[in-house]
C-alpha cells in the first residue's frame, strides 16, 4: 500500500484541462473525448480519416504527457501498486468491459454525464462502485497490495 | 485546421491527466480504497472536467455545429442494457485492480514503465477478444 498526497488544486487545475481538452474537440471536429472509443479506432487496417484524426489526438496525448512530465516530474511520481496478474487482468478487463460498454472514464464519466447521457451516468456509477469493491475485497479481505 | 485543434485537444487531455497525478495507478487507487488509505484528488478533477464540460458542450451546441465539420458525432443509442451494465461493471474490475484506465495507461507510455506496456498490450487483447465474439451471441 502507497500513501499518496492529497492533492485538490493540481488536481482540479489538470481536470479543468481534461475539460478544455474534451470541449475543444467538440467544438472543432464534433467529437466525444472518450480514450476508449479514440484507442479502439486506431486498432484497424483502415486507415481513412476515422483513424487519422484519432492518430492525432493520441500523438497530442503522448506529446501533452512527456512534455508536461518533464515540468511536473510527474515520472517519478508513478507508483505501481499492482503486481504483474493484477495488471494483466486488469488489462484485459478494462479492455473488454470498455469495449462491451462503449466508455471509460473520459468519455462516461466527463463527456457523457456533461451531455446529461443517462447511459452514461449509470455506467459510470456501475464502474465506480465495482471498482470500490474491487480495491476493498483486494485490500481489505484478500490483504493483496 | 481540424487537425491543428485535434492535436491541442490531445496536448491538454494528456497536461490535465498529467497534473492532476491521474496517470500515478497508485493515487487511483487510493482514490478507490475509501475505507483505507484515502485520496480524494479525483472528485477534485471529475468536478472541475465536469464544470468545463458541461458549460463548454452548452454553447457549442447552442451553435448548432462544429467550427471543422458539418455535424456534431454524437452517439445515437439511449438503451440502458445488459451490455452497457455488464461492460462497465467489466471496467470497474479491471480498474480496481490496476488503478489505470485507457487514457491514462496510454499516456503513461511516454514514461516507459515496464507496467504501462504490459497493461495496455492486455488491454488490446481485451478489446479484440470481445470483438471476436460474434455478434448474435453477444450480450446484446
Redesign the interface.
Known amino acids: 500500500m502507497t500513501i499518496t498526497e492529497f492533492t485538490p488544486y493540481s488536481g482540479a487545475i489538470g481536470g479543468g484541462l481534461i475539460g478544455l481538452a474534451a470541449v475543444i474537440l467538440m467544438a472543432s471536429a464534433g467529437r466525444i473525448m472518450g480514450a476508449t472509443g479514440i484507442f479502439r479506432g486506431l486498432l484497424t487496417t483502415q486507415f481513412d480519416e476515422a483513424f487519422r484524426w484519432r492518430l492525432v489526438f493520441i500523438v497530442g496525448l503522448l506529446i501533452g504527457t512527456a512534455w508536461t512530465g518533464l515540468f511536473t516530474g510527474a515520472a517519478h511520481n508513478i507508483s505501481f501498486v499492482s503486481n504483474t496478474y493484477m495488471i494483466v487482468i486488469g488489462g484485459v478487463l478494462v479492455g473488454a468491459g470498455t469495449t462491451l460498454g462503449n466508455g471509460c472514464t473520459s468519455g462516461h464519466g466527463i463527456c457523457g454525464i456533461s451531455r446529461f447521457s443517462m447511459r452514461s451516468i449509470l455506467a459510470t456509477c456501475v464502474f465506480m462502485l465495482v471498482a470500490i469493491i474491487t480495491v476493498f475485497i483486494v485490500r481489505h479481505i484478500m490483504g493483496i497490495a | 485546421?481540424?487537425?491543428f485543434?485535434?492535436?491541442?485537444?490531445?496536448?491538454?487531455?494528456?497536461?490535465?491527466?498529467?497534473?492532476?497525478?491521474?496517470?500515478?495507478?497508485?493515487?487511483i487507487?487510493?482514490f478507490?480504497?475509501?475505507?483505507?488509505?484515502f485520496?480524494?484528488?479525483?472528485?477534485?478533477?471529475?468536478?472541475?472536467?465536469?464544470?468545463?464540460?458541461?458549460f463548454?458542450?452548452q454553447l457549442?451546441f447552442k451553435r448548432g455545429?462544429?467550427?471543422?465539420?458539418t455535424?456534431?458525432?454524437?452517439?445515437t443509442?439511449?438503451?440502458?442494457d445488459a451490455?452497457?451494465?455488464?461492460?462497465?461493471?467489466?471496467?470497474?474490475?479491471?480498474?480496481?485492480?490496476?488503478?489505470?484506465?485507457?487514457?491514462p495507461?496510454?499516456?503513461?507510455?511516454?514514461?516507459?514503465?515496464q507496467?504501462s506496456f504490459?497493461?495496455?498490450?492486455?488491454?488490446?487483447?481485451?478489446?479484440?477478444?470481445?470483438?471476436l465474439i460474434p455478434q448474435s451471441t453477444?450480450?446484446d
Open positions: 485546421m481540424q487537425k485543434f485535434v492535436l491541442i485537444s490531445g496536448l491538454l487531455f494528456g497536461a490535465g491527466l498529467t497534473i492532476s497525478g491521474m496517470v500515478n495507478p497508485a493515487k487507487l487510493n478507490l480504497d475509501v475505507s483505507g488509505q485520496d480524494a484528488t479525483l472528485v477534485f478533477v471529475m468536478g472541475a472536467g465536469l464544470i468545463v464540460t458541461t463548454g458542450y457549442i455545429r462544429p467550427f471543422f465539420d455535424q456534431f458525432h454524437l452517439p443509442t439511449s438503451i440502458i451490455k452497457l451494465i455488464g461492460g462497465a461493471a467489466l471496467f470497474g474490475m479491471g480498474w480496481g485492480l490496476s488503478g489505470f484506465c485507457p487514457g495507461a496510454l499516456a503513461s507510455l511516454v514514461f516507459g514503465y507496467q504490459i497493461f495496455v498490450a492486455a488491454m488490446i487483447a481485451g478489446t479484440v477478444l470481445v470483438r453477444r450480450l
